[in-house]
């Protein structure tokens, strides 16, 4: 026995149902919440401090100060787009920063050495959590937290504490030099964030992690190196965090304990923002950037206001808050 819909059913149906014009337009709204909200931002802080905030020495200000940040989102699209996690990338650049400033002060080492030792240092570590995600079965979360708290103790070990200053001028230089008025280090931080947002969408390395992202297992019945992927990607995020350590203690002049701790929260909340900027929701290295630059006007807005220090990480805790129901509003329409 069958029973055919009546024509007021199928009318209900067919009013509820979500067209591809409505699905499109939902879409598009979306993806320019963010560009809109960060403008917003902007005009709001403008009016309230219009003499200090709307000024391109404040907007270079702003950038060049959240350099290290800027780097370590990079990185991190690549691993969420396996839909991993790296916990420890705060410590990996605390502890490229520390080998590099004290193979300066301890060891008299050449900047541009202790430069290459710093980067090195990060990639070797991420190169680490990598291997015991890919070959251990280890779960990224848990995995990279243990590392990060390791590698914390270990440089506490060898610091005591202690803040290393006297390093090479040159090395200051890092994030002092400027072409006319325009900072060296923004131009080659562009770049980079540029190379691997390319990386990811245009090249099968990126295609490669999205397959894995999607569904690991069947990624690795086509053919995709899952492992060889993972290794890469906790690696470069690992030499990305060793760049932010070493553009960290180039700012600070000095190391000191835990450069890169204040790190983890903004990123974070950064890398789920770019979601709504991306194609089918996914991480992607320019809608990260967008919203590091967002988070980094409303910190910034909120110290000239002169209101304490906790209202600018409590707005990021909420900021990564919206993003993730957002997120999980999206895959429950799907």
């Known amino acids: ?124 570590l991420g190169a680490v959590n990598g291997i015991l995600v890919a070959y251990t079965r280890l779960p990224s979360f848990i995995g990279t937290l243990a590392t990060g708290a390791t590698i914390q103790g270990v ?71 899952v492992k060889g992927i993972q290794v890469l990607s906790f690696t470069l995020v690992g030499a990305c965090a060793g760049i932010s350590g070493v553009l960290l203690t180039s700012q600070a002049g000095q190391y000191y304990p835990d450069p890169g701790s204040s790190l983890l929260l903004p990123a974070f909340a950064a890398a789920y923002l770019s979601l709504s900027l991306g194609r089918g929701w996914r991480f992607n290295v320019g809608g990260a950037v967008l919203g590091a630059l967002f988070l980094a006007v409303v910190s910034t807005g909120v110290t000239m206001l002169n209101q304490p220090s906790w209202l600018g990480q409590l707005l990021q805790g909420l900021i990564l808050l919206i993003a993730i129901l957002a997120l999980n509003r999206r895959r429950g329409t799907r």
Request: hydrophobic residues 60%.
């Open 1 to 124: 026995m069958t029973t055919q819909a009546t024509p007021e059913r199928r009318a209900t149906v067919a009013e509820t149902a979500p067209t591809p014009r409505r699905r499109l337009t939902a879409a598009g709204l979306e993806r320019w919440t963010l560009p809109a909200v960060f403008v917003l931002a902007i005009a709001l802080f403008s009016i309230l401090k219009p003499a200090v905030f709307p000024t391109p020495a404040n907007f270079i200000a702003i950038v060049q100060q959240n350099l290290p940040l800027l780097v370590v989102v990079g990185g991190l699209c690549v691993v969420l787009a396996l839909r991993e996690f790296d916990l420890s990338f705060g410590f990996v650049a605390g502890a490229a920063g520390a080998l590099a400033v004290q193979s300066m002060v301890l060891w008299q080492a050449n900047w541009i050495v202790a430069t290459l030792l710093g980067i090195v240092f990060g990639a070797v």
């Open 155 to 225: 440089m506490l070990a060898i610091s005591s504490q202690t803040i290393f200053s006297g390093i090479a001028p040159e090395y200051t230089l890092i994030t002092g030099a400027t072409i006319g008025t325009l900072p060296i280090d923004i131009v080659v931080v562009a770049v980079l964030l540029v190379a691997i947002g390319a990386l990811l969408r245009f090249t099968v390395f990126g295609r490669h992690a999205s397959a894995i992202g999607d569904n690991p297992v069947a990624a690795r019945i086509a053919g995709v190196n």
